[in-house]
Structures are given as C-alpha cells and as structure tokens.
C-alpha cells in the first residue's frame, strides 16, 4: 500500500505573516518602537523573534499586497492610545477585532499614510512627523479654546487671533516675493515647543493668497502664540532658479511680526533649539534682513496680545 503524502506543516513564521495579513482591513497599525512592540504581544499581537523580524515581517505582507494590487494605509499603534481607546469603546485589548477597530479609528481621524512601495523605515519617519503635526495642532487648539473672551466688547480672542494670525502669514507671503518659500512658526509653550510648517510658490507679479486649508497648521499656531501670549517667530526659506536660497524672518511683538535683521536671522538658524551650541551655516544660503510687514488694519481689538522672543 501506498503511503499517503502529507502536505507540508506552515512554519511559525508564515503563520505569523497570516496573522498579520489578516488583521489586515485596508490598514495597518505599526508599532513602530522595540518596548511598544513587546507591550503589544501581551494584548495577544502576532509574536516574532524580535521588533526588527515583526518590522521587515511586516515589510513582506505590505509589499506582497501592493503586487496583488491591494492599496494599504499605515497608521502608528500606540499601546497608551489603543488601551484609551478599547476601554473608551468597551472592547476587549486582547482580541484581534480590536486592534482592527482602532486601526479603523486611525484611519477615520486622518492619522494614517498611503503604502507606495517604499521602504518602511521612511513611512515610519513620516509617521513620526505626521504624529507630531497632529499633537502640535491639537495642543494649540487648546490654548485657543481656553482664550475665552474680551471682557470689553465680547469678541472671541480666539477667533480674533485667528484673524490676525491669517492676516500676517498673507502679510509675509506678499513682502517675501516672488519665488519658492518653506515657513516655519515656532513658539514655546510649558508642554515643549510647537512647529508649524507651510510652503507657496508666488510667481512674479502676483498677489498670493494662502490656501486656508494647507495654511491651518501654521496660522492655529501663530494664533496661539498671540492669544497666550507666547514667544513666537516666523521664519521663512526662498528658493528660486539660479539663485541662493534666502533666510529671513520675524519676531512677534504688539500683536504683529517685526522683522528681524540678518544676524538675528543667522543666529536663530544656525543655533540648535534644544543645546544652544551653534550649527555651521549651509554654503549657499543668504540670510537677510526681513521686509517690514503692513497687513491690512483690522476691526477687531488688539486684547493687549503680544509675544516676546524669535524662536529659531
């Protein structure tokens, strides 16, 4: 008699990639550190020999999709957030249909990015900064929320400073010219420092006006450094063809940005924000002395709003 052949048994690995695979729902939550890693596998997430076999584990199940067509959204797994979020929920943090409920989550609230095929070192990076951006904007909403209003005439110092920050960066975007331009908003607050950033190209001769939408970030955090009271500066990087790049920016002081002149320009670019020690000057980078500002006047109060200090 014939002996029966027997199908080859999945290794632990491939049955691993399954689950992973099957967690799947159009999305996946990575974890993208070694301790949130090992903090998961006790909530029941697939187990691998180490963080870095989960990540190129991962890696393998992403690419093998985009082959087959299948678009994939990733999304950070923070164990603090999913635990919030199941017990805000009434879900069990151990159970698969969980983790695909919060990766559901990340995808409804904007916090997730397209798999294209590259390597997954750069989309955590970009989730990283995507994280950041999303914690920055929620904070400075904070302190909008908690303006409250002018005891005066009742306006809303939120939307005032809203207002008036929308104002300066249309303001900024006209003095700067014509060309290629990066700004950056800094301000400190007691939670650490809030960064925004925006780019516009103007062509010559035309009036620019920043698209609300892609400006929100910046505008909410110059609106909180005004309505709080903040230390604050604007700083903006211009490109244009055969030319240097140009550095100029401005300090918020009596509710408006007053220009900054070429040395404080260079020392707020070239000194790192959190040693102090100095950073060597790009070659090829011009910094300036920045136009003074004339934003329209407008009809709403000053509420006595100011910052303080440039940040770099």
Same mark, same amino acid.
């Given at each position: 008699?014939?002996?029966?052949?027997?199908?080859?048994?999945?290794?632990?690995?491939?049955?691993?990639?399954?689950?992973?695979?099957?967690?799947?729902? %159009?999305?996946?939550?990575?974890?993208?550190?070694?301790?949130?890693?090992?903090?998961?596998?006790?909530?029941?997430?697939?187990?691998?020999?180490?963080?870095?076999?989960?990540?190129?584990?991962?890696?393998?199940?992403?690419?093998?999709?985009?082959?087959?067509?299948? #678009?994939?959204?990733?999304?950070?797994?923070?164990?603090?957030? $999913?635990?919030?979020?199941?017990?805000?929920?009434?879900?069990? @943090?151990?159970?698969?249909?969980?983790?695909?409920?919060?990766?559901?989550?990340?995808?409804?609230?904007?916090?997730?990015?397209?798999?294209?095929?590259?390597?997954?070192?750069?989309?955590?990076?970009?989730?990283?900064?995507?994280?950041?951006?999303?914690?920055?904007?929620?904070?400075?909403?904070?302190?909008?929320?908690?303006?409250?209003?002018?005891?005066?005439?009742?306006?809303?110092?939120?939307?005032?400073?809203?207002?008036?920050?929308?104002?300066?960066?249309?303001?900024?975007?006209?003095?700067?010219?014509?060309? #290629?331009?990066?700004?950056?908003?800094?301000?400190?607050?007691?939670?650490?420092?809030?960064?925004?950033?925006?780019?516009?190209?103007?062509? @010559?001769?035309?009036?620019?006006?920043?698209?609300?939408?892609?400006?929100?970030?910046?505008?909410?955090?110059?609106?909180?450094?005004?309505?709080?009271?903040?230390?604050?500066?604007?700083?903006?990087?211009?490109? %244009?063809?055969?030319?240097?790049?140009?550095?100029?920016?401005?300090?918020?002081?009596?509710?408006?940005?007053?220009?900054?002149?070429?040395?404080?320009?260079?020392?707020? $670019?070239?000194?790192?924000?959190?040693?102090?020690?100095?950073?060597?000057?790009?070659?090829?980078?011009? $910094?300036?002395?920045?136009?003074?500002?004339?934003?329209?006047?407008? @009809?709403?109060?000053?509420?006595?709003?100011?910052?303080?200090?440039?940040?770099?």
């Amino acid at each position: 008699m014939a002996r029966q052949r027997t199908a080859p048994r999945p290794d632990r690995h491939s049955s691993r990639l399954d689950r992973v695979d099957r967690e799947l729902v %159009g999305a996946l939550a990575l974890l993208a550190e070694e301790e949130d890693y090992h903090r998961m596998t006790r909530y029941g997430a697939p187990r691998f020999r180490d963080h870095a076999q989960y990540l190129d584990s991962a890696d393998t199940v992403l690419r093998s999709r985009a082959t087959r067509g299948r #678009r994939t959204r990733i999304g950070l797994l923070d164990p603090e957030e $999913y635990v919030a979020f199941c017990a805000g929920s009434g879900l069990d @943090p151990g159970r698969p249909e969980s983790r695909q409920r919060f990766t559901e989550h990340l995808v409804e609230t904007g916090a997730t990015l397209p798999y294209e095929d590259r390597p997954l070192t750069d989309l955590l990076t970009g989730l990283a900064q995507l994280a950041l951006r999303r914690a920055t904007f929620a904070y400075a909403g904070e302190l909008l929320d908690l303006a409250g209003r002018c005891e005066e005439c009742g306006e809303s110092l939120a939307r005032a400073a809203f207002d008036r920050a929308s104002e300066l960066l249309t303001a900024a975007c006209h003095a700067l010219g014509a060309g #290629r331009h990066h700004l950056v908003c800094s301000t400190s607050t007691e939670a650490g420092p809030l960064l925004a950033e925006f780019d516009i190209d103007t062509s @010559p001769g035309t009036s620019p006006h920043p698209e609300e939408s892609a400006a929100l970030e910046l505008v909410t955090v110059l609106a909180a450094a005004l309505v709080a009271r903040l230390p604050c500066g604007l700083v903006a990087r211009t490109s %244009g063809p055969d030319t240097s790049d140009a550095v100029r920016g401005w300090r918020l002081r009596e509710h408006t940005l007053r220009p900054l002149t070429a040395a404080e320009v260079f020392d707020a $670019y070239c000194t790192d924000t959190e040693s102090g020690d100095p950073i060597p000057p790009e070659p090829g980078v011009d $910094y300036r002395a920045a136009p003074v500002l004339t934003p329209p006047r407008t @009809p709403h109060h000053d509420h006595g709003q100011e910052g303080e200090d440039a940040q770099g």
